[in-house]
């Protein structure tokens, strides 16, 4: 009787355990697939060197300090094609930061970004040796934005940058020959 209805033995809420001829095929594919995953990991981990190959790139930290105080010390601001170097400070209520910047002679474009709120303008001054500062420009904010741009000429020396709006908050753009 079996024979004439194959479903009577077939599990229906259990298929995985099915004794069932036409549903037993089913029960390989997690079993085949599992086995395709774990035989691709480890042609992975052969064809890549395994842990051999992994410690073979470690740097001893030594080496690396070594190589770190050797480096040349990258350019301070970014320069264009035309030798525009770029400078930029951002404004807050508390100070402005950076707070020390520099520079080399030339062209400098000094970028502002105004997070205090009603700041008129950044002033830049040269500071002329004998405790006297001599007014060089200013950058002003573009109307309805956050944001200001100005394009100067600095000679060598240190400069002070201060916010308009609140004198004591300042930071130092220091011009290398």
């Known amino acids: 009787m079996n024979e004439m209805n194959p479903d009577k033995n077939c599990d229906r809420k259990r298929p995985w355990a099915s004794t069932c001829r036409h549903k037993g095929i089913f029960r390989l594919v997690p079993v085949s697939f599992a086995l395709a995953i774990a035989l691709a990991a480890y042609l992975g981990y052969v064809r890549f060197g395994g842990p051999a190959k992994a410690a073979e790139g ?41 707070s020390v910047v520099h520079t080399s002679k030339g062209p400098v474009a000094i970028l502002i970004t105004d997070h205090t709120e009603g700041t008129p303008a950044l002033v830049v001054e040269r500071d002329n040796g004998s405790g006297g500062l001599v007014g060089v420009g200013q950058v002003n904010r573009f109307p309805q934005t956050k ?16 916010d308009a709006g609140h004198p004591s908050n300042e930071a130092e753009i220091i011009v290398d020959p």
């Open 58 to 98: 470690v740097e001893p930290i030594a080496a690396i300090e070594k190589r770190v105080a050797n480096a040349p010390i990258p350019q301070a601001t970014p320069q264009d094609h035309r030798g525009l170097h770029v400078v930029v400070f951002t404004l807050y209520r508390e100070g402005l930061e950076p």
């Open 147 to 162: 944001r200001g741009r100005a394009e100067l000429i600095l000679e060598p020396g240190r400069y002070r940058v201060s």
